[in-house]
């Protein structure tokens, strides 16, 4: 089945600063890599999704590119703020189907 | 805004105890899964649904677990006999079974096991 690696689990980064994280994932089939964006003590909120016919997507301050011959995705923040500070999980969904498989998780710090 | 709704939000009980968990996912949404996450790390899938029947349950302990989906707008989850290591925050997110298309997730369930 599919497997996701996130990298890296900690980034601390300077407000107005960018922040990148990396996944990849095992499946070449795999079609769907969601984002998710966890504040603490929240549930887990879809922030941007990107499918496998796309190699770029943004939407205001939030990138998410996709390498389909590498088989890696990545989120990038620019100009971070204050409340960007969350835990930020990659996904992607097998194929054929609806289940996602999620990454670790990494913990942004964004400092004022 | 349609939202997936878990109750309780909130459960401190004893050892031994059973304990349900409920969802009701977002109205017309066809898959329902339940994760299980400790310590703010990753999301543990125990369990999901498609169309009201169990798809995999391969990641839930199968002698104190299960998951039931008696309509479509309610799952469940049980714990019997709880044990003190089950505590953490189990959430239940549903979705279409169209692809490529996400998961919503409820508020979660914040469990503690004494």
């Known amino acids: 089945g599919e497997n996701v690696e996130q990298h890296p689990s900690t980034l601390s980064v300077q407000e107005g600063d960018s922040a990148v994280i990396k996944c990849t994932y095992s499946d070449s089939a795999s079609n769907y890599f969601p984002w998710y964006k966890q504040e603490l003590g929240k549930r887990p909120q879809l922030i941007i999704d990107?499918?496998?016919?796309?190699g770029e997507k943004k939407d205001q301050r939030i990138a998410v590119t996709l390498n389909k011959t590498a088989k890696h995705f990545s989120l990038h923040i620019t100009e971070t703020q204050p409340e960007d500070s969350a835990v930020y999980f990659c996904a992607a969904t097998e194929p054929g189907g609806f289940k996602t498989i999620f990454g670790a998780g990494t913990r942004l710090f964004v400092k004022a | 805004d349609a939202r997936v709704t878990q109750t309780p939000r909130h459960k401190v009980t004893e050892m031994g105890q059973e304990v349900t968990m409920r969802c009701q996912p977002i109205?017309?949404?066809?898959?329902v899964f339940w994760y299980r996450q400790t310590m703010m790390q990753g999301l543990e899938l125990l369990a999901y649904?498609?169309?009201?029947?169990?798809?995999?349950d391969s990641g839930m302990p199968k002698d104190r677990f299960s998951a039931e989906m008696p309509d479509a707008t309610l799952a469940t989850l049980k714990i019997q006999p709880s044990e003190p290591r089950d505590s953490a925050v189990y959430f239940c997110?549903?979705?279409?079974?169209?692809?490529?298309?996400?998961?919503?997730f409820g508020d979660g369930t914040r469990l503690s096991i004494l």
């Open positions: 997110a549903s979705g279409l079974d169209i692809r490529m298309q996400p998961q919503h």
């Open positions: 990107i499918r496998s016919n796309v």
């Open positions: 649904f498609r169309n009201r029947a169990p798809l995999d």
């Open positions: 109205l017309g949404h066809n898959t």
